[in-house]
């Protein structure tokens, strides 16, 4: 019985051990954690204007949809209307455009 007690008891510190290294993030967690690292180290402006080439470039993009997205890059490249904050994947207003990051990068 006392065998047995002291089986049990030394091998409780190995358990809380292997316990506790599991509440780490999950994997969804880390790579979300990853991709909003790499979102934010982005230069400000880079996501719209990906984006408004993959309109150029697509030749079933109408005429408006393709004014559009030269008015993006071209806003992009001017001082007045040029985004200067870094992007953030938490934020809602960039949520659209770390969409477009994220799934590019999968």
Do not use: H, I, N
């Not at 509440?23 to 996501?47: H, I, M, N, W, Y």
């Amino acid at each position: 019985m006392r065998l047995r007690a002291l089986a049990a008891a030394s091998l409780l510190p190995l358990l809380l051990a292997a316990c506790a290294g599991e509440s780490g993030p999950s994997p969804d967690e880390q790579k979300r954690a990853e991709l909003c690292a790499g979102f934010a180290r982005l230069t400000p402006g880079s996501v719209e204007v990906a984006q408004a080439q993959a309109v150029l470039a697509d030749p079933a993009s109408t005429t408006d949809e393709k004014s559009a997205a030269m008015k993006v890059t071209l806003d992009q490249v001017s001082t007045s209307e040029k985004r200067t904050e870094p992007y953030d994947c938490d934020d809602p207003d960039d949520a659209a455009q770390f969409e477009w990051y994220s799934s590019d990068s999968e």
